[in-house]
C-alpha cells in the first residue's frame, strides 16, 4: 500500500512541470463563436450569461453547463490538445468564406464547471482503493487550479485587483438585468446567451411592469473556485483562453413592481443573503482582450 501511494504522489509531482495547456473535450450543444480577423476591439461580445437570483429571479431559467466526460489522468495535459480545434467548428457562413482566417473568440461553454466534491472520511481517504483515487483526482483538480493561476500571473494578474475588476462586472451585470439594459448588457455577455438573456428579460416583464434592486457593499465574501486553461488551437498552444470561476456572497435588496406601481414581490428595505457563482473568461491571445462573463452555476443547496 505504502508503494502504491508513493507511486501516486510521484506521478502526480510531474504534473507541475507539464508544459501543456489543457484542452476541452467532449461535445458541447452550445457552439463555438467565431468571426473574420479584424479590430478586437469588443472580445467579450461572444461570452454568455444568465442571471437567476436565489431569492427574487430578475431573469428566468438556467444557463447550460457542460459536463465534461474528460477522465481525471495524467495524460489528460498531452492529450487534449488534439481535441477542441477539431470540435469547436465556426458557424456554416463563416466556413463557407474559405480561404479567410477565422479567428475564435469564445469557446461557447463552461469548461470542467465547478461543482462541490462529496466528503470523504480521513480512514476511507487513506486506507482504501476509493480514497487513493479520490485524493489522486482531488490533486489533479487542485493542480490544474495552480497551473492555470501560474500562466495568467505572466499576463500580469493579481487576485486583489481581479477581485476588483471581477465585482464591478458584478454589479453592472445585475444593475443591467434590473433595468432591462439590454444594449449595455451585450458589452458583458456572450451571443448565444444574451439570446436567451433577452427571452428572460422579458418573461420577466410580463409578471412585473419594473423592479428595484441594490447591491449593499462591501461583498461578505468573494473567493476562487476553479480556474481553467483551454486551447482553441493543436498547431498553437499559445492560443488559450481562460476561465475563473467566483464565489460571490452579498447582501442584496430587491422589489418588484406592478403596472400601477405597487410592489408585488420583494421588499427594499430587506437585505437578503445571495450566493451566486460566476464564471469569468478571458483570451490570453487577443490584444486587448478583457475579462467578461461567460456563465453561470447554480449554487449547491
Not at 65 to 89: G, P
Request: hydrophobic share 40%; net charge positive.
Amino acid at each position: 500500500m505504502a508503494l502504491l501511494r508513493s507511486n501516486v504522489i510521484r506521478n502526480l509531482s510531474k504534473l507541475v512541470h507539464l508544459q501543456q495547456h489543457s484542452f476541452a473535450l467532449g461535445s458541447s450543444r452550445t457552439y463555438a463563436n467565431a468571426i473574420i480577423n479584424g479590430p478586437q476591439d469588443n472580445l467579450c461580445r461572444t461570452n454568455s450569461f444568465l442571471y437567476k437570483s436565489q431569492t427574487y429571479p430578475l431573469a428566468h431559467g438556467r444557463a447550460g453547463v457542460l459536463r465534461s466526460t474528460m477522465a481525471a489522468e495524467m495524460s489528460v495535459f498531452l492529450y487534449e490538445a488534439r481535441s477542441l480545434s477539431t470540435q469547436a467548428k465556426a458557424p456554416h457562413q463563416a466556413r463557407q468564406m474559405g480561404a479567410m482566417q477565422v479567428a475564435m473568440l469564445s469557446p461557447g461553454f463552461i469548461y470542467e464547471p465547478y461543482g462541490p466534491r462529496e466528503p470523504i472520511s480521513i480512514l476511507q481517504r487513506w486506507f482504501t482503493r476509493r480514497g487513493w483515487r479520490r485524493t489522486k483526482e482531488d490533486m489533479i483538480i487542485e493542480m490544474k487550479s495552480a497551473y492555470a493561476i501560474s500562466k495568467l500571473r505572466k499576463f500580469g494578474y493579481s487576485k486583489q485587483g481581479f477581485y476588483k475588476e471581477a465585482f464591478e462586472l458584478y454589479k453592472e451585470i445585475n444593475a443591467f438585468l434590473a433595468h432591462g439594459d439590454k444594449t449595455s448588457l451585450r458589452k458583458l455577455v456572450t451571443e448565444n446567451m444574451f439570446s436567451v438573456l433577452k427571452n428572460d428579460i422579458k418573461m420577466r416583464e410580463t409578471m412585473w411592469s419594473s423592479v428595484y434592486w441594490e447591491l449593499v457593499e462591501p461583498a461578505i465574501k468573494i473567493r476562487t473556485l476553479r480556474a481553467r486553461l483551454i486551447g482553441v488551437d493543436r498547431n498553437d498552444l499559445k492560443k488559450v483562453f481562460i476561465q475563473l470561476t467566483l464565489e460571490f456572497l452579498t447582501n442584496q435588496k430587491f422589489e418588484a413592481y406592478n403596472s400601477e406601481g405597487a410592489a408585488v414581490a420583494g421588499d427594499k428595505n430587506k437585505e437578503v443573503l445571495v450566493r451566486d457563482i460566476w464564471v469569468f473568461e478571458k483570451s490570453l491571445f487577443h490584444p486587448g482582450a478583457y475579462w467578461c462573463l461567460c456563465g453561470r452555476i447554480p449554487p449547491p443547496k
